[in-house]
Structures are given as C-alpha cells and as structure tokens.
C-alpha cells in the first residue's frame, strides 16, 4: 500500500469512528496519541483531507463511499497537481487547475447544496454565497487593545509575521502563527474574530446612553471566554462594574485567568444555569445586560465543519427554548432605560429573528438596532446583533 493510499484509509477510518455531534480536533487528538507511527507531514495531510470531507459531503452523491468523498473532497480544495491525488485519481487530478465552480459542477453540486439548511436560512442570508464559505478556510483575526497599535505591529514586523490590517485595529493574520513570543495575548491584543470585535458598534455610534462620569453596570451573563467582556471595557475606556457568569465553573476560572492578564476586575463571578433562573437576587439590575446566548453555532462552522455535517435541523427548536428561558430570567435584570443585547452566532431565522419578536411581544423592550454581521465573504464568522433598551 502506498503512502497516499494509507493515508486515505486512516482518514476514512478516523471518519468512520467520530462520534456526531462532537468536536472532531480531540477525536484526532487520540488517535495520533495512540499511534506514533504518523509524523507531523502525515498528520498535517490525514486531517486535511478528513476536515475537506466534512465540508463537502453532504452536497455529494449518498452513492458515493466515504473513500470516494474523501478523494473528491481533495479535488475540489485542492489548486495544484500533487503527487497524492495522481496515485489516488489520475484522472481528477488531470482536471486539477479548473475552476471551483466546475469542480463542483462535475459532481452536481450547488453553492446552496454545501448547507442544506436553506429552509430555516434568515432571510438576510444569501444561500449560495453561505454554501460557497464552507469552501474557504477562516481567517484568523486579532484585535489591537488601545494605544498599542505601534508596539504590536512593530512586533510582527520584527517576527516575520504577516498580516493585512483589515480595519483600524483589526488585523487578518497569514497562515496560523504562534503568537505567544512575539504578544502579550489578551494584554496587547485579543485573539477574537473579524465580526465578533463588531458586535458593541452600536454603542461605539450612541454613546449618549452612558455618562463619563460613573461606571456602567454590566452583567456577562454567558461569559464563557471573555473576549466580549474585554472587547466591552476597552470601548468604555474602562469605566465598567462588571459581572460574569456562566454554567461551567471552569469556564469562569479560565475566564479569571484571561481578564487578569488583560487588567479587568472583576466585580462579581457566579455559576448560574440561565435556563433555570438567573442565579441573581431579584433587586439586583445593571445598566447593560450582555446576553451572548448558546445556539447551535451555524455561524462558525466553516472553522468546525464536522458541526456541519453532524447537524439535524430538529435541534434548532432545543436550542430556541433555552433561548427563550434564558432571556426570560435575564431581563428582569436590566435597568429602566437600561441596554439588553441579545448575540449568536447563528443564521437561523429561529434563533434570531423569532427570538427578537418573542422578546418584544413577552417582554416589551423597545428594539433600537438588529443586524447581521456576516462574514461568508471575508472568511470570518457570521454573528447576530439585536440590541434592545427596557
């Protein structure tokens, strides 16, 4: 058996094997642990023709085997003849310089048939040019933190980093390097994508609704890692009482971790399932209640396209009911007058969309501002915005 041909039936094996529903990067993990055999060229090559097949598969013949997915998979990613696809498919790899779009009309593959999940789509969504992202590898954006912009490029400059500033203090970064001698992460800048370093734009453009003068009470109520948190205190020039919480008491430590090294205190820290209530007394309220609800994530999944291909559309109503809990038990807990920001990253109309009417005919805020911001196009996530005032 050839190199090639081995690699083919470890990645069809390791396909086999996966567990739904779970992230795939652990499952790897294991498998290269127990088998030493694979050095860091094999194991490059092996998951990327596993994380390829999960993109494309779904929109592919049912016919066609997992092996043969596999190879049409590579085909398609894939822009150069390479010596693995000619010992695989000569034949394909003939074909190797056309362009995507006949690469994928050769299987009978639309651009909507790569996420066939159209019907429960937003409306704001464009199918084909959603379906098309998964044909592309994200982007890794970073955040500059406040008047650091000169020491972090000068840093990546001296590191031989590349980057393109995409905005005034967000950078897309070549390749996927290691930061960590060359950044202080979460000091200097914060590992955070191109749209979610987005999501506190409209308070960027409506700042009359807090005063200089105080700080803003504001209640992280599904923390999970912080990046929103510090993206919050670095627009209100840190002028910010902040609490956090979240379901998993481990998540809050690393939390902990993370906004010590960005030089944030925190207020108050609690574990609380929002689902069941909100772990708060029922007189404690804040100005800005920062509700970044679990969801079934179908905004990110061009960086974990196993999520794709082990979704059932039956799970969007799960999550849509903790949604509706979860802001049901949180916005008691929002000042008169005060801010409620509802977040996904999501792009079904029934976590978005639907739950925005269920806030306003249940709960009666006033909606200032809802939007997506979608990212298909420039290789980052897609998110959803809705901010309400009470």
Request: charged letters at 25%; glycine letters at 4%; hydrophobic letters at 35%.
């Amino acid at each position: 058996m050839s190199r090639y041909h081995s690699y083919l039936s470890t990645a069809s094996k390791l396909i086999e094997t996966y567990e739904r529903g779970l992230p795939f990067a652990p499952h790897l993990k294991k498998f290269f642990a127990g088998d030493k055999k694979y050095g860091s060229r094999d194991r490059r090559m092996i998951s990327a023709l596993c994380y390829n097949y999960f993109r494309v598969s779904l929109a592919l013949n049912k016919q066609l085997s997992i092996s043969e997915k596999i190879i049409a998979a590579f085909f398609i990613f894939e822009k150069e003849s390479t010596e693995c696809l000619k010992v695989l498919n000569s034949d394909l790899n003939d074909k190797i310089t056309f362009s995507l779009s006949d690469k994928l009309a050769l299987y009978q593959i639309t651009p909507e048939s790569l996420f066939p999940f159209t019907d429960e789509l937003s409306a704001a969504i464009h199918p084909a040019s959603y379906g098309l992202s998964f044909t592309r590898q994200p982007s890794v954006f970073v955040r500059i933190r406040p008047e650091r912009k000169t020491k972090v490029v000068e840093a990546l400059n001296a590191a031989g980093v590349l980057f393109n500033e995409e905005e005034e203090h967000c950078l897309r970064l070549m390749g996927n390097p290691s930061l960590d001698d060359t950044l202080r992460i979460n000091k200097d800048v914060v590992v955070q994508d191109c749209n979610s370093q987005k999501v506190f734009d409209y308070i960027k453009g409506n700042n009359h609704f807090f005063h200089d003068s105080h700080s803003v009470t504001v209640w992280d109520c599904c923390a999970a890692s912080g990046g929103k948190a510090i993206l919050l205190f670095d627009i209100l020039k840190k002028k910010i009482k902040l609490s956090v919480s979240d379901i998993r008491k481990n998540i809050l430590l690393n939390l902990s971790t993370r906004l010590q090294q960005a030089s944030i205190n925190i207020y108050k820290s609690f574990t609380s399932d929002l689902s069941k209530s909100s772990g708060l007394g029922g007189e404690e309220k804040f100005e800005m209640v920062v509700c970044d609800v679990p969801c079934t994530g179908s905004g990110t999944w061009s960086r974990s396209p196993e999520q794709l291909f082990s979704f059932n559309s039956k799970n969007i109503n799960f999550f849509v009911e903790r949604q509706q809990a979860i802001v049901s038990n949180t916005i008691p807990h929002v000042e008169e007058k005060g801010l409620f920001y509802y977040i996904t990253c999501s792009v079904f109309k029934k976590e978005n969309e639907d739950i925005v009417a269920y806030i306003k005919k249940k709960h009666h805020l006033e909606l200032l501002h809802m939007h997506y911001l979608e990212g298909s196009e420039i290789g980052a996530d897609t998110m959803f915005v809705a901010v309400f005032k009470k």
